[in-house]
């Protein structure tokens, strides 16, 4: 469908690339790779993809993740999420790779990052689009753990725009990552965390104040704490919000009550995202057409959605200019 939502320039700023592994792809790599997955067919993925909370999703998530095994996997995974992208309006992407995934498999570090920037050149190629890479840290393993995977990093430094911090919420605070964080901010890397997705206003306070992030990936439960939402807004903080995700992990009950328009009308910098597309039934714009129909968001509001992704992006004031 080409469409006002698709056609409208847009950054892409939250997205799993793990989270694109549609279910032909993680079939067919299954084969190639000669994993087994507790799925006999296509179909019987899709069925598997029903969640109640985060945790049920993440477990899917990772049992997927384990056909990605070579170089070339990595590198498929991403052109083709590039292409979509590319479909969706996207020029500019921002997108996670979850190293401790693979390295756990015993996958190295570099094969994860040459396949996906080999992917990245050609999307640079064949789209013109371009794509910075965030290492993310799974915030359900210790922080030597992370440590570790910011070791691993060290030769690939130059080629990372920052980190993020995701996986299971709740009882993995941000504060538990607070000297790996700053860590990394030395090494000249620009700072992301998931926060108030499931987990409280708190979380979001946390990474702001303790990560020093600069920008709050989801941040929905921000609206339960106004003094939060007014300095959030305030510092103009970016806040990466995917609705269809939302309803699909049951942290909002449905797109008719979502808050996106609450938080622009509170002044937030919000904007929307997809996430991890391939389980949550819809890329970045149907993320845009979804949400704007269920929540009768102008066309003003949409605009001001697409600015707001190249305002929160991790651009030079030069490259931001050209987008805007
Ligand atoms: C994720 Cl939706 C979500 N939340 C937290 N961590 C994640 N990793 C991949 N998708
Ligand atoms: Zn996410």
Known sequence: MTDFFSAIPKAELHLHIEGTLEPEMMVALGQRNRVAIPFASVEEVRAAYRFTDLQSFLDIYYAGAAVLREEEDFHDLAAAYFDRAAADGVVHAEIFFDPQTHT????????????????????????????????????????????????????????????????????NPPAK??????????????????????????????????????????????????LLVARLAREAMTLTVCPLSNVALRNVASLDVHPIDRMLNAGLRATVHSDDPAYFDGYVAENYRAVAAARGLSREQVVTLARNSFLGAFLSDEALAGHL
Request: hydrophobic share 40%.
């Open 177 to 226: 990552f607070a000297r790996v964080f700053a860590a990394s901010r030395e090494r000249g890397l620009r700072l992301c965390a998931h926060a108030g997705e499931e987990g409280p206003a708190d979380y979001v306070r946390e990474a702001l104040d303790v990560l020093r992030v600069d920008r709050i990936d989801h941040g929905n439960r921000c609206l339960d704490d106004p």
């Open 104 to 171: 756990h498999r015993g996958i190295p570090f570099a094969v994860v990052v040459r396949g996906l920037l080999s992917a990245i050149e050609g999307a640079k190629a064949r789209h013109g689009m371009t794509v910075g890479l965030i290492m993310s840290y799974l915030r359900h393993l210790d922080e030597e753990d992370a440590f570790a995977t910011l070791d691993q990093a060290e030769p690939w430094l130059d080629r990372l725009v920052g980190v993020g911090l995701d996986s299971s919420e709740l009882g």
